[in-house]
């Protein structure tokens, strides 16, 4: 027999009654029934019920052991009373009477427990997490994830691409967050960095006549953490394709997410129509650049119905240059309970409230009610409420100001009234291109343009366009959400030298500094570059939406806390005064 097992603590049946069996594992729970010990014995694979009495030879060493002792034990199935058998269990039919065991690793008080549903800070998860990550969900979580990454290889290979990797150690790229620089031994005084992406390498990549590329990539960013957002580092599905147009792009990544999602989405319904929605419209009728569909809300502009109206706020806002007004609609929203709530939402948002009116049946016909249509009158309210198509028991809400002062507002009311009054479909994934980005945008208190988003796209209309206003400049850049998250960006790229000098001279930067800085992209371009695209998407979050978790380090082994700390393997820590010598640096203290 095997040292350790003869079979897993999933793979007893009714079939293996009578047989003596091996089984190693975990102590997950232990019960004392009056001389007779009951132990679910657990592994990576499932759970198997063990029992012990005074009869056997192994008693006395059983009721030593407690939970989360990794154990061995020797006995014999027997089959289960049928009033006792388990059918939550694929074991629950057997049990195993031990007559041998071994204590492989004896477990001191734990300072979280495995068994049950138990909430702990995350400090403790954290710090340890071997033994977090033992609890079922959480182990659900990382086999899911291993899953759904050899899904997506599988995938991408049945489509022609090869993986290739790209360096770890690189040169410093701006990717819009900051590098994680690592200093060089060899060349004192000079430091290299763990790349934000491999954007700079697939380029190379396809210049070099590879034609289709991806890879399972690891990307190091130091940023500030949120719940979807790792601090430091997170995985990729990156790919990049030669000779093709933004649609090739979007057809070629479109069925290996909607398989990912319909194998490992638990029977949610998955959208097979993918719009595609212009920044400028997502952010009118979303108020973000990563909606959730599965919400039907639109915001609209009613601006008109505001000017030289009764409502002084509004009217006397619209008489400044760039301002308007956006309704929110809220289908069965119309009560005053429900728009008092709203507008205490708006208020600890920051705002000083929310405008609001709401449409009631008087019995002899329907009622505009709320301060907004007391101010501004039947004829408006009534002209809105046609615009926006609502009827009774409906409102709507009013923000006004520079869109991009309160679009983020209005993007989290509009989620928040969708999720409240129900209209929001949670058993389904909605996804969106979101396409047309600006690539420029100008400093409103010192007017100097730069870049918006990602520098190394291809200009729709190419260097024609750069001679215009750099304000109306779209780029062939793309997202796709889904949820209300981002799970993929990419774009056509820009493979042409002199569009690329005109481009970063736009946005500030000389010839000198882009060859400096880009020098081995701008050199390869000037060698037959062919046109080429691409995109990544990001694993963690997939796998966050598909494991239905709200934060990001619950589908990640060993991530960091909020505040970039490893508390496991306490990281980041002093280096010793010899690696400093070593490297030739000094830490400054900090005042």
């Known amino acids: 027999m095997h040292a350790y097992r003869s079979h897993t603590c999933a793979a007893l049946t009714a079939a293996n009654v009578g047989e003596t069996v091996r089984l190693s594992g975990w102590v997950h729970r232990v019960r004392d029934h009056g001389g007779v010990l009951f132990i679910d014995l657990r592994d990576h694979f499932g759970v198997t019920q063990v029992l012990c009495d005074g009869d056997s030879a192994a008693f006395a060493e059983l009721e030593k052991v407690r939970s989360e002792w990794c154990i061995r034990i020797d006995g014999t199935v027997k089959a289960r009373d049928p009033e006792l058998v388990n059918p939550k269990l694929p074991t629950g039919e057997v049990e195993v009477y031990v007559r041998e065991l071994e204590v492989l690793g004896a477990a001191d008080e734990l300072p979280l427990m495995v068994f049950g549903d138990q909430e702990y800070p995350e400090e403790t998860r954290l710090r340890y997490r071997y033994l977090d990550l033992r609890r079922e969900a959480m182990q659900q979580n990382m086999t899911l994830r291993s899953d759904v990454v050899a899904s997506m290889r ?50 190379l990549i396809m210049v070099s006549g590879f034609d289709k590329y991806f890879q399972i990539a690891p990307c190091f960013r130091d940023e500030d953490p949120r719940a979807d957002r790792s601090p430091t580092d997170f995985y990729q599905l990156d790919l990049e394709m030669s000779f093709v147009e933004q649609q090739d792009v979007f057809d070629t990544i479109q069925p290996v997410l909607t398989g990912v999602f319909e194998e490992f989405g638990g029977g949610r319904k998955v959208d097979q129509e993918w719009p595609q929605i212009s920044y400028k419209d997502a952010a009118l009728w979303y108020g973000s650049d990563k909606p959730d569909l599965r919400n039907p809300i639109k915001m609209q502009v009613v601006s008109d119905h505001f000017r030289g109206s009764g409502f002084a706020i509004f009217a006397k806002l619209l008489e400044q240059d760039g301002t308007e007004i956006r309704a929110i609609p809220a289908p069965t929203g119309g009560s005053r309970k429900f728009c008092d709530r709203m507008n205490a939402f708006a208020q600890k948002e920051g705002l000083p409230g929310m405008g609001y009116i709401f449409w009631r ?55 928040v009234i969708g999720d409240e009054l129900g209209l929001t479909e949670k058993d389904r994934f909605a996804f969106a291109w979101i396409v047309d980005f600006p690539i420029y945008e100008q400093d ?95 694993i963690d979050r997939i796998v966050m939406l598909l494991a239905d978790e709200a934060n990001i380090r619950e589908v990640m082994m060993f991530p960091m806390n909020q505040r970039a700390e490893d508390l496991m393997m306490d990281a980041p820590s002093d280096p010793s005064s010899d690696q400093l010598m070593e490297l030739g640096l000094r830490i400054i203290p900090q005042d």
């Not at 993986?163 to 790229?173: G, L």
């Not at 926006?388 to 009013?398: R, S």
Request: aromatic share 10%; net charge negative; charged share 20%.
């Open 154 to 203: 599988r995938r991408m290979w049945d489509q022609g691409f090869r993986e290739y990797q790209t360096p770890i150690i690189t040169a410093s790229s701006p990717e819009g967050a900051r590098d994680f620089l690592v200093p060089s031994r060899l060349h004192p005084g000079k430091f290299y960095a763990l790349p934000q992406a491999p954007q700079q390498f697939k380029q």
């Open 361 to 415: 049946d008087q019995g002899d016909g329907m009622e505009a009610a709320g301060p907004l249509a007391k101010n501004i009158g039947p004829e408006r309210t009534e002209a809105i409420r046609q615009q926006l198509g609502l009827g009774v028991g409906d409102a709507a809400f009013f923000l006004g100001g520079k869109p991009k002062a309160f679009e983020k507002v209005a993007g989290k009311a509009r989620d």
């Open 444 to 538: 409103e208190e010192t007017g100097a343009i730069d870049f918006e988003h990602n520098p190394f796209s291809m200009p729709q209309g190419g260097m024609e366009a750069l001679n215009g206003n750099p304000l109306d400049v779209r780029g062939y850049q793309y997202d796709l959400a889904c949820n209300g998250y981002e799970l993929v960006s990419g774009a056509i790229r820009n493979h042409k030298p002199e569009i690329m000098l005109k481009a970063f001279e736009l946005a500030g930067y000389g010839a000198d500094e882009v060859k400096s800085r880009f020098g081995a992209l701008f050199n390869a371009f000037h060698y037959g570059a062919p046109p080429h695209g691409g995109c990544a998407a990001g």
